[in-house]
């Protein structure tokens, strides 16, 4: 069971082109305010300077992608200290053409695709996005073969102007989130006191990764602590405390945050009553089923399921 694939598949999210900068010189800044969505944006080519609280400014280059998980506010500029006005008042004073921002200016040109992924929840409760930290990175130059490749089919459909670009560049953005989370994983410190435990990193740890895949491959299944440390070849306390230690919750909490999600999703989805759901996801009962629901989601079963699809 591939993991990462199941929950991005359980949950959803929807990558979608916001905007194009466009600039020739260091006299210009963007100010964007915190999302509702996970930010990104893709250096398609020259160089410009990234600002968030608390951080000294960094430089991003062409073929960098830098990934926000959390919305959080930032600004994009030509220098370090250059001003940065809200992006809506850029875009008023320079109206965008085929959904670019020309900012003019004289000097080497920059040029950023900016965009979002988007989730119907709060991002910070997404178990992909919540296990990110704040700001992710990925110079281009370090960049194995593949994300390059999705950038460069990125730039040149955003750039071209071709039939159908919008949506291919969509279905893009979707490859690209899961290399810059791939690339994230490779290079993050998985030690216990880094600060930042999640089963994104937990993947990393053979056995542990092996116990994630298990739950994800058979959610309905009456896991113990011990039938799970049994099947790594672990023993129960070493397990226990190495799965809390890595993912930050206990092997029986995550199973039962992971049935609501599935359970989320088939009622999104499905038609299937929901007694049967319940027992898909392991429930013995709609009741009990139903009551795990609510206390999760703030919702019962039925009113979500007519939510949905009126969202």
């Known amino acids: 069971m591939d993991v990462l694939a199941d929950v991005l598949a359980t949950t959803g999210l929807d990558g979608v082109l916001l905007a194009q900068l466009r600039s020739r010189g260091g006299d210009w800044g963007c100010g964007l305010d915190r999302l509702d969505a996970a930010g990104f944006h893709v250096i398609a080519e020259g160089a410009c300077w990234l600002r968030v609280d608390g951080s000294p400014p960094r430089q991003l280059v062409t073929g960098d992608v830098l990934l926000l998980p959390h919305g959080t506010p930032h600004e994009l500029a030509g220098a370090p200290d250059a001003q940065a006005l809200p992006y809506a008042a850029l875009e008023a004073a320079h109206p965008p053409r085929d959904g670019i ?15 979002k992924f988007g989730y119907a929840g709060d991002v910070t409760h997404h178990p992909v996005l919540a296990a990110l930290p704040p700001v992710i990175h990925i110079p281009g130059m370090s960049a194995d073969p593949e994300l390059q490749g999705i950038i460069r089919l990125l730039v040149a459909e955003t750039t071209r102007q071709r039939p159908g670009a919008r949506a291919v560049a969509a279905r893009l953005t979707d490859v690209l989130f899961v290399q810059v989370v791939r690339a994230w994983l490779e290079r993050a410190d998985t030690t216990p006191d880094a600060g930042q435990r999640s089963w994104l990193l937990a993947l990393r740890d053979p056995r542990i990764s092996a116990a994630l895949s298990l739950l994800h491959q058979a959610p309905h299944r ?16 070493v397990f226990a405390r190495r799965f809390k230690e890595l993912v930050g919750v206990a092997p029986l909490a995550y199973l039962a945050r992971l049935r609501i999600d599935v359970a ?42 007519r939510a949905a699809a009126v969202g």
């Open 101 to 115: 921002v020309d900012l003019g200016g004289e000097g080497p040109a920059a040029h950023v695709i900016c965009g």
């Open 222 to 237: 009456p896991w113990t602590v011990e039938s799970l440390a049994r099947d790594v070849t672990m023993s129960r306390p």
């Open 264 to 305: 989320a999703r088939l009622l999104r989805d499905t038609d299937e009553r929901v007694g049967r759901i319940a027992e898909q996801v392991g429930y013995t009962s709609e009741f009990a089923f139903s009551r795990a629901f609510t206390r999760a989601r703030g919702i019962a079963p039925g009113r979500y399921r």
